[in-house]
């Protein structure tokens, strides 16, 4: 390899790492849930469910970040909508890039406060489980998406978590992007009883969707007749989403 060569390829992977670093996702007890997918509880004598994420930069240059949900399921009756840069928007909005509205500017080295960004789910006395993404983006492209998925389980009983979740896991796919096919590794517990990768667009429309054997294997996906674009591809176990992933489809 010459020296052009390698510096090249050197500054790819060094632009590729403050990509990935630049901004991270922590919850009110400043653990990290960056691409990550965390649990909320509540029962439906409650008005709302109340669920605050900071953003943090850990790089070096300012960040001009914007948010937009997916809407993976929402039980009939409720609604979802977030709270950003102090102004809470109705459950219509889905990305504040749609409606010009301002970013927030974060500087290195800085946290988000309490009301910068929150979301809530409007119960109306509903039980059920309900599962939404929000995407963290910035809008000069200065680093790679993030995500956090959030499950809002609703339930009037006292034993609402019935059996342990971490047994179950949903890898990266590759290709990502993916040209005409992908192949996407889960691991299932003995104790699932009904395992289904699913995969929606951004719209939250279900473009692909299989049943999925126990244990730890690999799926593989045919790509071919989906358009180019974004997609959202979940783990979904006796009907709870447990993971979500990004994948890119492009021809």
């Known amino acids: ?31 990290e849930i960056t691409n990550d997918t965390i649990t909320v509880y509540g029962t439906p004598n409650q008005d709302f469910i109340k669920v605050i ?32 840069n102090s102004f809470c928007y109705s459950d219509q909005v889905y990305d ?17 406060a309490d009301d910068d960004f929150y979301t809530e789910l409007w119960l109306d006395g509903k039980e059920g489980l309900s599962t939404v993404i929000y995407e963290f983006y910035d809008i000069n492209e200065v680093f ?33 992007p993916a040209r ?5 590794p889960f691991e299932i517990s003995a104790d699932g009883k009904n395992a289904q990768l699913v995969v929606r667009n951004l719209l939250g429309n279900i473009v692909h969707q299989q049943n999925l054997q126990l244990g730890n ?3 593989r996906i045919d790509t071919s007749n989906l358009s180019n ?23």
Not at 9 to 18: C, E, K, M
Not at 55 to 84: D, Y
């Open 1 to 31: 390899m010459t020296m052009k060569r390698f510096l090249y390829t050197a500054t790819l992977l060094l632009s590729a790492i403050i990509l990935h670093a630049q901004l991270i996702v922590l919850d009110t007890n400043e653990n």
């Open 53 to 84: 994420m900071h953003l943090s930069n850990i790089g070096e240059t300012n960040l001009h970040i914007a948010v937009r949900k997916i809407e993976i399921s929402i039980v009939e009756g409720m609604s979802n909508n977030f709270c950003w």
């Open 96 to 112: 504040i890039g749609d409606i010009n509205a301002d970013p927030i500017v974060l500087e290195p080295d800085s946290t988000t």
């Open 144 to 176: 790679e998406t993030v995500s956090v998925t959030v499950n809002f389980n609703i339930s009037s009983t006292t034993n609402i978590l019935t059996r342990p979740l971490a047994s179950e896991s949903l890898g990266e796919a590759s290709p990502n």
């Open 180 to 184: 005409g096919f992908t192949s996407i």
């Open 217 to 219: 294997q690999k799926v």
């Open 229 to 251: 674009g974004i997609y959202i591809y979940s783990l979904v176990v006796d009907n709870q989403t447990l993971a979500s992933k990004r994948l890119v489809v492009t021809k």
